[in-house]
Each structure stands twice: as C-alpha cells, then as structure tokens.
C-alpha cells in the first residue's frame, strides 16, 4: 500500500484573511533579518547555521517571546510545545498559521507543534518596511 504525501502533509490554502492575520503577526514581532540578526549578533543570517538555539535565551535575545517563539520554529526549524505557542501568539493567529499549513502537529506527540517536513522557511527580499516570506519545498 502506498501513502500518498497530502495524507501525510495535508497542505491548505487557508484564506486571505489568514494570511492577513500572518503577515501582521510577522510585522508587529519584526520578524525579519535585520532584527533577528542583530538580536543574535551576527552579521548576515547566513551565519545562523553556526548558531544553535539550545542553550539560547531567545527572547532576551530578540527582546519578545513571540519572535522568539518564531525564531525557534521558522530560523532554526525547531519543534515548539503547544502551550509556549499559545501563550506567545493570539489564539486566532495560530489557527491561521496552521490553516495556510506553516504549523502542524508533531506525528510523535500533538502537543508539540511543528513546520511541515520537506518545507523549510526562507524569507524573501523585502524592503525594511515590509515583512514578506514564502515557502519552498526542500
């Protein structure tokens, strides 16, 4: 028998207030380059990679728990509990998160929340006023 990949990543397109409500959530946290860079204190987030959030105190870091909270999940692909999630982001902006499927549950324990396997987070060019990102599979 064969799996087929939307059963096991069931993807969603979610609505444009969903994506709204994302991308204001990214813009108020100013999760972009320039401040998850400076927060981290390195030079271009080429670097991330020699950096491990273990350890971290990330929102002291970054200054928010939320960007912190985002940091975890879409910078350094970490798997976030449920309850930290939820207390760093508004109830209706996390169902709009997993909606537009940037969040899903973890396959080994659904209070642990997760990006989709085989996606990974890369932001887009962006002026600095603007906070944009789009998804593209691994």
């Known amino acids: ?3 087929q990949v939307a059963e096991v990543i069931p993807l969603s397109l979610g609505q444009p207030a969903d994506f709204a409500r994302v991308r204001a959530l990214l813009e108020h946290a100013r ?3 320039q401040t998850i860079c ?5 030079a271009n987030i080429s670097q991330i990679g020699k950096m491990l959030p273990e350890g971290l105190d990330l929102a002291a870091a970054l200054g928010s728990p939320t960007l912190a909270v985002l940091a975890r999940v879409f ?3 970490r798997t976030v509990p449920r309850g930290e999630l ?3 982001i508004e109830r209706p902006v996390l169902s709009s998160i997993v909606r537009i499927s940037l969040l899903m549950s973890a396959p080994f324990d659904s209070s642990v929340a997760m ?3 085989g996606w990974i ?6 002026s600095r006023s603007t906070v944009c990102a ?3 599979p691994v």
């Open 31 to 33: 999760f972009d380059e």
């Open 1 to 3: 028998m064969t799996t």
């Open 86 to 88: 939820e207390r760093a």
């Open 38 to 42: 400076r927060g981290l204190g390195i």
């Open 115 to 117: 990006p989709p396997p």
């Open 75 to 77: 910078v350094f692909s």
């Open 121 to 126: 987070f890369r932001p887009a060019m962006c």
């Open 134 to 136: 789009r998804l593209r």
